[in-house]
């Protein structure tokens, strides 16, 4: 079971470290989260260009000079649980709509039709509008059109994940939201996401059902974004010790302060953002990093070759959202609304090569 | 303390029990290094010398024997002597080594890993004897095993450690104790081994073929206590991916201009 | 062989003390509190390991 240890310490020593404590970080090896904090700290802003370098090389050596393309496909933003970030929250009054096998067949072919062949099915928490027995039929009938489908959707039991993977799901994302349990029980009101232990140990019993990746991340602007750094570090360290078959990911979504909406606890600027990505990057070498359209276009093509590795492109997130182009019932508004065309372009112009097939269903029959 | 299998060992340094010059010189050697737990092998008796028996010379209360399988050259054989093993000694502990190739004497990775999930089943206590193979490590350690035990250098080479990249990974990776056993020729390389991290060292031939093998003894025990002593006071890791800039000269820096806050 | 020879009486014999020896007959391991029971016939196979000195 992963218990977050008591992180104050360690924090301490980090707020007080100097250029010299960052240089000598940044030259540890992996895997080392006393050189994670040094590399969180506020000295290593001073050295943001170096650590850059240093992320960059790691990425280029593990994974070349490439750059996964997805897409996410809303299926359903019913929600049971009332987050006071999200634009799904039970109590917020937005059209609310589930597509149904043949609707998501539908969307997903025009994400085809466009290129990609790596999509991300995202639902709200409402088991009882897409459900487990729902998730495997659209699974079923998508896993022959597309190189691979994942799921971020409600925290499932093991063998509800194992059902999925025979399905035809590869992977599963989940995030913590914060690890820091205080802030956690600030923001969620009421649900079954309420419960901060069930949804900590939920990317385990993902892995453990054989799902062959499983992403992790924070939703930055909650609880201080150097702890949450720290606190996502040892998650990934404790999930590749006791599951040493599975590949990891972490994303980073941001909130973004706007009107009228939940107005983040701590502001978590670009420079903070690239900053934990390259700590990460020097952490672990071998870990996914996923940046979405949340962010700006002029931001991830900078972002390029120094720490992330997958993209999302040309996202809607509302249900039904590709084949009518209003965007009503959003999860959040976009940073960057390019193409997948013009996002791969940015890419390759860059100097990178977009992959949109890095799979295949074959693999998993 | 080093804890295997719910058992706890004051000393890291676990002794073979072979080549030495006289059972007398074995238990002298033994004491010197005061080591909890050491290995022994199982022989047909030599009905010249009936009465040759190295089990009089240790006191099995203060000394843990942990009987290998030296000699099977493949799974049925190490299990047929696990089996005689525990009638032998009335103990669970085994080490187990599969070393079908007499020249080389290393370790069959096939057949250790068919014999540990088989034996732990039966209710053994399986530290098998492996070559320096991280999947492997971590495969033993999915069925069961309870300790991992990768060779330093093959046995006789006494070139130390010989995969100091692999090691590390199995280090990093493990989730039971690591014990280096084979090929530590010195001190030395008890200490490197104690300073990458291991749990703890197994040792024969060195201490058993030294000039003076109880002096020699003395000299291991306290360089498994050095290098444990170090890594506990937190040796700077050397890194695994190090790449050819050193932190302080040539690092990239690139352009960050496009970050807006 | 004399008939009716035990393990025990043939580790006497040979002057091993029963409790340092695991005895196989016919390559079926014999718990030691069997040594007094077991009684050998003609044509048995029997080996006789004990712990030795080893790495």
Not at chain 1, 39 to 67: D, H, N, V, W, Y
Not at chain 1, 133 to 153: M, N
Not at chain 2, 145 to 170: C, H, W
Request: hydrophobic letters at 40%.
């Amino acid at each position: 079971m992963f218990t977050l240890p008591d992180l104050s310490l360690l924090r301490q020593r980090a707020l007080n470290a100097n250029q010299n404590d960052v240089l000598t970080a940044m030259g540890r090896g992996a895997g080392d989260i006393e050189a994670l904090a040094t590399l969180l700290s506020p000295a290593a802003e001073l050295l943001l260009p170096q650590l850059a370098g240093r992320a960059g090389e790691i990425t280029a050596q593990r994974f070349g000079k490439t750059t996964q393309i997805y897409a996410p496909l809303y299926l359903s933003n019913f929600c049971n649980n009332r987050c006071a970030y999200c634009g799904f929250a039970a109590n917020n009054k937005i059209h609310r709509r589930k597509l149904t096998v043949e609707e998501a067949v539908s969307e997903a072919l025009l994400l085809q039709q466009r290129g990609f062949q790596h999509i991300l099915l995202v639902t709200g928490e409402a088991p009882a509008k897409a459900g487990v027995d729902y998730l495997e039929e659209v699974a079923l009938a998508l896993r022959d059109h597309f190189a691979a489908v994942s799921i971020e959707v409600q925290p499932l039991e093991q063998h509800e994940y194992n059902r999925l993977f025979k399905a035809g799901i590869t992977a599963v994302a989940v995030y913590q939201e914060t690890y820091d349990k205080e802030v956690y029980d600030k923001v969620h009101l009421a649900g079954k996401k309420c419960d901060y232990q069930y949804r900590i140990e939920t990317p385990a019993r993902a892995a453990a059902a054989g799902m062959r990746e499983v992403g992790i991340g924070t939703l930055l602007g909650l609880a201080d974004w150097r702890s949450e750094g720290l606190a996502l570090g040892l998650h990934l360290a404790w999930l590749r010790k006791n599951f040493w078959r599975t590949s990891f990911t972490v994303s980073f979504p941001r909130l973004r302060p706007a009107a009228g909406a939940f107005e983040p606890f701590s502001t978590v600027v670009e420079k903070n953002l690239s900053q934990l990505i390259f700590a990460l990057r020097i952490f672990d070498p071998d870990v996914g990093l996923v940046l979405s359209t949340r962010e700006e276009a002029r931001f991830r093509d900078g972002m390029l070759g120094l720490g992330p590795t997958r993209y999302s492109a040309g996202s809607v997130t509302s249900p039904g959202g590709y084949s009518h182009e209003d965007h009503e019932g959003e999860q959040f508004s976009i940073g960057d609304q390019r193409s997948i065309t013009e996002v791969c372009a940015a890419i390759a112009s860059r100097g990178f090569d977009p992959v949109c097939k890095d799979w295949d269903v074959e693999f998993q029959h | 303390m080093l804890t295997i299998a719910s058992t706890t060992f004051k000393s890291r340094l676990f002794v073979g029990t072979g080549k030495f010059s006289s059972a007398a010189e074995m238990k002298q050697a033994i004491e010197a290094s005061e080591s909890q737990m050491v290995t022994v092998a199982l022989r047909r008796v030599d009905l010249e010398n009936p009465e040759d028996d190295i089990m009089t010379a240790l006191d099995r209360d203060k000394i843990c024997f942990l009987p290998n399988t030296s000699g099977a050259r493949d799974a049925e054989e190490a299990i047929r002597l696990a089996h005689l093993a525990r009638a032998a000694g009335n103990t669970p502990w085994l080490k187990l080594e599969v070393t079908p190739d007499p020249r080389t004497l290393l370790p069959d990775p096939v057949d250790t890993l068919k014999a540990t999930e088989q034996l732990v089943k039966e209710g053994f206590i399986v530290l098998p004897y492996m070559n320096v193979d991280p999947v492997l490590a971590l495969r033993l350690q999915d069925v069961g095993a309870a300790a991992v035990m990768p060779l330093g250098s093959p046995i006789g080479t006494n070139m130390g450690i010989s995969n100091k990249l692999q090691l590390e990974i199995i280090i990093e990776q493990a989730r039971v104790p690591v014990v280096v056993d084979a090929g530590l020729g010195a001190p030395s390389h008890a200490t490197e081994a104690m300073e990458m991290g291991a749990d703890a060292v197994l040792v024969n031939t060195a201490i058993a073929v030294a000039g003076d093998p109880i002096r020699m003894a003395k000299a291991f025990r306290d360089a498994v206590h050095a290098g444990r002593e170090a890594f506990e006071a937190g040796l700077g890791r050397q890194s695994t991916s190090a790449s050819a800039s050193s932190p302080e000269t040539n690092i990239s820096t690139p352009n960050l201009d496009f970050i807006s806050n | 062989m004399e008939n009716g020879l035990t393990l025990v009486d043939l580790l006497t014999e040979l002057n091993l003390e029963p409790g340092t020896v695991v005895a196989e007959i016919n390559t079926k391991i014999i718990e030691q509190d069997q040594y007094e029971q077991e009684v050998l016939r003609d044509g048995d196979s029997v080996e006789l390991i004990r712990f030795v000195g080893g790495g």
